[in-house]
DNA sequence: CACCGATGTCAATGCTGTTGACAACGGCGA
DNA sequence: TCGCCGTTGTCAACAGCATTGACATCGGTG
């Protein structure tokens, strides 16, 4: 019976992958169901990646391959804008796959270029310390993990009075206002646009990096 | 056979549940295992527990049933710091959980009881607004997730290549200077104390609400 | 043509969570 | 003391999972 109607290859698959992951959530991500997509024997994949693991670091790999397109004519502060929002839409791309990679770090190459082009923002662009720039650095890769982690919460979730923001707000405002008082009378404004609230926290870091900036360097503002 | 030998209920499965979590990983967490750390059947689980799916929300309810221990005569500041800190080492505690929690938050009381606290902070204490202080809550909550998430990712790996810091930062050190010049330059500052990299991101978050509550009282602080 | 490595297929293995039938316990009323 | 019965532990079983090894088929090479 072995009709091999189909031919695979690394990128197929993890296409295939992807649009399972898009579609129906990391949930549903089974050998079996990506055969089914692939219209091939589930263990037809093995052939081609050592195991589901390998797969899907594969695939996080693939997230992060293609970097940020920076203006290097624009002050670094909206360069590093521009940074931080292109990994933090990898984030929402792929909700689940933030979690995914969460769980298998193997210092996938995307990912340092990603850090070696912070660096160099915070460094050249913006004059801080190497050492400064490293913290700092931590520090924007925590708040785009954050924030995206906070998305794929929202996002995640099929069952819709958590993905609803609409509903969150709906739920909070009927607490009791003895027990919660404080959240009951913030609820009309809470669960907010996530975009809105990266933003809002990228100028927080900018401003401390003006900061920070500052001292060092007396009087020396554009090369 | 039916010895009948242990009698369970809900808090010694959950004991059982973080003993295994704690020590083994998340990844360990079968039902069989649980069964075996409690000298039961597996299947008696579900006598207390509708599923595996209830049982850990269960004990996720019950990392955060206890709030943190807020002193009211100290300036807000050190309030929110304390407050802070608290929710950052409930994932401390135990790393994964925090993974498992973004999974399934079913608004759990605790959670929401640390919400209003912090809201009340920032309305009675810093004299924010509510909805000022609406939005810097969330900042504030992604600021922990996102430093739990990456102290758990850098706990998680029994892989010492990838949980030990001096390691990665050699990894870093090692890296082709042509085509990570920054990343290879900064190896030596990378990867700090999590701690210390949680404490810097609070106090910059605590200049920036200082900083948001300044106009309204005109004259109110030092200088 | 014959070969052979690469790759798809199939059956089987040992995990997993979960369920339904059964059995033992312990408290109840008589 | 007896019998009842709900609660809860036990056991066998099931479906679904990732993975493996034996086998079949393809496509290119001599």
């Given at each position: 019976m072995g009709s091999q109607a189909v031919r695979l290859d690394r990128e197929s698959i993890l296409d295939a992958v992807e649009r399972i992951a898009a579609s129906?959530?990391?949930?549903?991500?089974t050998m079996r169901r990506i055969g089914s997509e692939l219209g091939?024997?589930?263990?037809?994949i093995y052939r081609h990646f050592r195991n589901k693991q390998e797969m899907l670091s594969c695939l996080a790999a693939r997230m992060f391959e293609t970097g940020p397109v920076i203006?290097?004519?624009?002050p670094w502060q909206e360069q590093l804008r521009v940074h931080l929002r292109h990994a933090f839409n990898r984030y929402r791309a792929h909700p689940d796959l933030g979690i995914l990679l969460a769980r298998q770090p193997d210092d996938l190459p995307g990912l340092v270029r990603l850090a070696d082009q912070a660096l160099g923002l915070l460094i050249d662009?913006?004059?801080?310390s190497v050492e400064q720039a490293a913290q700092i650095s931590h520090q924007l890769e925590n708040h785009v993990v954050g924030c995206g982690l906070f998305f794929a919460i929202s996002e995640y979730h099929r069952d819709p009075r958590v993905a609803d923001p609409e509903a969150m707000r709906r739920a909070y405002a009927l607490l009791s206002t003895d027990e919660y008082p404080y959240a009951s009378a913030a609820a009309p404004y809470l669960f907010g646009d996530p975009d809105e609230m990266f933003d809002r926290t990228t100028d927080l870091f900018i401003e401390a990096i003006e900061r920070q900036a500052?001292?060092?360097?007396?009087a020396e503002e554009d090369r």
């Open positions: 129906e959530g990391v949930g549903k991500l091939a024997d589930p263990t037809a203006d290097r004519e624009q662009g913006a004059g801080l500052q001292p060092a360097p007396a």
